[in-house]
């Protein structure tokens, strides 16, 4: 059974610091790793989509890297601003031969607290 | 930009009793989804429907549970008998095709058994 694994569970930095989040999944056998941001009393928010045929994704200061042999992915944020504060969750799709299964598989979260 | 809308934020139920909880997925969408947090816990698939059937669905989408496409815009998820321990935020998400995978939620209703 899959198990994705965020760290650190929370992290407090001050403004324009660049940081990493990680994640890890135990079953290499991924079809795509999503990172969302989930603000509170709001849904998710797809940031990232990393196809497992990828190495990373970037989309402005996030960039996304996955190392699926290892099981493992991290969330690079450059240059942090006070509203990049929230929860980041990292979600596995569970590849099989000729496609992917349909659910995710969520981590925890890091909950993430910039300081302006 | 388009958006999932879930109604109701939050509703409130007796124990044993049924609720249905609503979607509107964003509406040239394909594939829709349930899934559930528990408070202080991850978020967990429960249910995924394509082409007016159940394509996948999760240990914890047993026979309490029900979801059905009534017409062409609204998604529901249905509990029969409502326990103390389905207290969670419920989000509805949708994507578009195969190609794009980009899931969309909703804000999610929050449901609380008492």
């Known amino acids: 059974k899959q198990e994705v694994t965020q760290i650190p569970a929370a992290l407090s930095v001050p403004e324009g610091e660049n940081l990493v989040l990680n994640c890890s999944f135990t079953d290499s056998a991924i079809y795509n790793l999503q990172w969302f941001r989930q603000d509170p009393g709001k849904g998710l928010t797809s940031l990232l989509l990393i196809q497992s045929s990828q190495r990373e994704q970037t989309s402005g200061r996030l960039n996304a890297s996955l190392d699926k042999s290892s099981g493992r992915s991290t969330l690079y944020i450059a240059a942090s601003q006070p509203g990049d504060s929230a929860t980041y969750l990292c979600?596995?799709?569970?590849?099989?031969?000729?496609?992917?299964?349909?659910?995710?598989?969520f981590g925890k979260g890091t909950h993430l607290i910039i300081q302006p | 930009e388009p958006e999932v809308t879930q109604t109701p934020s939050h509703q409130v139920t007796q124990m044993g009793q049924e609720v249905i909880l609503r979607c509107v997925p964003i509406?040239?969408?394909?594939?829709f989804y349930w899934y559930r947090q528990i408070l202080g816990q991850k978020v967990e698939f429960l249910v995924s429907f394509y082409n007016n059937e159940i394509s996948e669905k999760s240990e914890i989408f047993d026979d309490q549970f029900s979801v059905e496409r009534p017409d062409g815009s609204n998604f529901t998820l249905k509990i029969r008998s409502t326990k103390l321990e389905d207290s969670a935020m419920y989000f509805c998400a949708s994507r578009g095709d195969r190609v794009n995978e980009k899931l969309f939620f909703g804000s999610g209703t929050q449901l609380s058994v008492l």
């Open positions: 509406s040239n969408h394909l594939y």
């Open positions: 979600a596995v799709r569970r590849g099989y031969s000729g496609g992917g299964a349909d659910g995710l598989t």
